[in-house]
C-alpha cells in the first residue's frame, strides 16, 4: 500500500491585517479534517497556521493529484473563507482565485506539496510552511540541505547518499504548461547553481535520490501573481521532505536555515529580508513580516501520523531568530532603496510603474552643446 501526504493551504482570511486566521477558522478545519478521517476519505490529517495560511497535513492512499483530496481542501477553503466573512475578517477567501472547483486546486490559488511512497518501516518527515515569501525560499535550503556536506554530512559518512541528488526545477514565470528541467548533483552541480541563484524564476520542485529512485523532497511552486494577473498575497509555500536512513537526517535537512538567508516577500511581498525560522503558529508582525517558516517533524505508520515535533521550538533556533531580525533590520534600514526593495519585475503592488510612467513624460533632452 502506497501512503499519500498531502499538504494543501491557502490564506482564507485574518485576523488584525494579514496576520493570522482566526480560531473559528482552524477549528471549523480541524472539525473538517476529523470528518474526512471518520467518513474514510482520509487516513489522518493535522491543521496547523504559519502567519495567515492554515495548512491541513492529510494522509491517505489516494495517489497524488487526487481530485477528491483536492475537492475535500478547496472546500475546506471555502468553509473558512465563510467564517473569515461572517467575522469580518480581513482577505477572506484571498487564496480562492477561481469560483468553481475544476479537479485540482493547483493553479486555483491554494498552495499543494504532496508525495507517495511505500512506508520505509520507520517513516519520518517534516513539513516545512512559509508566510510572505515566494516558493524560491526554498531553492537555498533544498539545494545546501541535499547537495552540500557542509550540511548535509551524509554524502562523505553514509556511502547510500555518495551518488547524490536529482532536482527537478520547474521555470515558474512560464504560464501555458508545466516547464521543468531536471539536473543532477554533483554531477550538473554548477548547471543547478545557474539556475537557482534566481528564485524567482526557478524554483525545485522535487529532489530524487540518485542511488535509490526514491522521492525525498516535493514543494509547492505556485505564483500566485501569475495565475491571478495580479498581485493577491505572497504564494506562501509548503514543502515535505522525507528524512534519515537513506536520506539526509532530520538535523542536515534543518542545518541551512540557520543562515536566515535574504528571500524576496515582507511587507507587500515586494521586499527582501532574512527568513526567520518560526515554532507552529507563530504571527506575521513588524513589517508585515518578517517571512517566515516553520517545520514540524512527523512520522506515519500505515498512514497514521505521530504526534508533530516543534524543530524551530529549540534554544538553539533563538538564536537563529534574533540574527534573521538582525539582518532583516540591516537591509530595512535601507528603505526603498536598491536591493532592499523587489526589482522592477518582482514589484508586486503597481505604484512604483505608475509614477514612473507619469514621471517619464517630464523627462525632457537636454540640447547638445
Ligand atoms: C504580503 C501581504 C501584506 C499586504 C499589505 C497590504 O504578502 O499580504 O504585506 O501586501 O498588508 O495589503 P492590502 O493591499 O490588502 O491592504
Ligand atoms: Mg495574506
Ligand atoms: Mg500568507
Not at 499538504?7 to 477558522?25: F, L, Q
Not at 468553509?79 to 493547483?106: C, H, M
Not at 513588524?286 to 534554544?315: M, N, R, W
Not at 540574527?323 to 537591509?331: N, P, R
Amino acid at each position: 500500500m502506497k501512503t499519500t501526504i498531502s499538504v494543501i493551504k491557502a490564506d482564507t482570511g485574518s485576523v488584525g491585517g494579514h496576520n493570522r486566521p482566526s480560531e473559528a477558522m482552524v477549528e471549523k478545519a480541524r472539525e473538517r479534517v476529523r470528518k474526512g478521517i471518520s467518513d474514510g476519505l482520509l487516513l489522518d490529517g493535522r491543521v496547523t497556521f504559519t502567519g495567515d495560511d492554515i495548512a491541513l497535513l492529510m494522509t491517505h492512499t489516494k495517489g497524488t493529484d487526487s481530485p477528491d483530496i483536492h475537492k475535500f481542501a478547496w472546500d475546506t477553503f471555502v468553509e473558512t473563507t465563510a467564517i473569515a466573512k461572517s467575522e469580518g475578517l480581513y482577505g477572506a477567501g484571498q487564496d480562492l482565485l477561481k469560483n468553481a472547483f475544476s479537479g485540482n486546486v493547483r493553479g486555483m490559488g491554494p498552495g499543494s506539496a504532496e508525495i507517495a511512497f511505500e512506508e520505509r518501516t520507520a517513516e519520518p518527515f517534516i513539513v516545512f510552511a512559509g508566510d510572505k515569501c515566494g516558493p524560491g525560499v526554498f531553492n537555498y535550503p533544498l539545494f545546501e540541505g541535499f547537495a552540500n556536506p557542509y550540511h548535509n554530512a551524509g554524502l562523505l559518512l553514509a556511502p547510500d547518499m555518495k551518488a547524490g541528488f536529482t532536482f527537478h526545477i520547474m521555470d515558474v514565470n512560464y504560464t501555458e504548461a508545466d516547464r521543468v528541467i531536471m539536473l543532477k548533483a554533483p554531477a550538473d552541480y554548477y548547471d543547478i547553481c545557474t539556475l537557482l541563484r534566481d528564485p524567482n524564476h526557478y524554483v525545485i520542485e522535487s529532489v530524487v535520490e540518485n542511488a535509490t529512485g526514491l522521492t525525498a523532497a516535493v514543494a509547492s511552486t505556485a505564483r500566485l501573481h501569475n495565475i491571478a494577473g495580479k498581485y493577491v498575497g505572497k504564494d506562501d509555500p509548503v514543502a515535505i521532505v522525507r528524512s534519515q536512513k537513506q536520506f539526509p537526517s532530520t538535523g542536515e535537512i534543518l542545518s541551512p536555515w540557520a543562515l536566515a538567508h535574504y528571500t524576496l516577500g515582507d511587507n507587500r511581498g515586494s521586499h527582501h529580508v532574512a527568513v526567520m525560522p518560526v515554532k507552529q503558529n507563530s504571527i506575521i508582525s513588524f513589517f508585515d513580516g518578517p517571512t517566515i517558516i516553520s517545520a514540524a517533524g512527523y512520522c506515519v505508520h500505515e498512514g497514521k501520523l505521530t504526534d508533530a515535533v516543534d524543530l524551530f521550538d529549540q534554544p538553539f533556533w533563538d538564536t537563529i531568530r534574533t540574527k534573521a531580525s538582525e539582518k532583516t533590520l540591516d537591509i530595512r534600514a535601507q528603505g526603498f532603496y536598491g536591493p532592499a526593495m523587489a526589482g522592477m519585475d518582482e514589484l508586486e503592488y503597481t505604484g512604483v510603474v505608475e509614477n514612473l510612467k507619469r514621471l517619464d513624460e517630464k523627462f525632457t533632452l537636454r540640447e547638445k552643446k
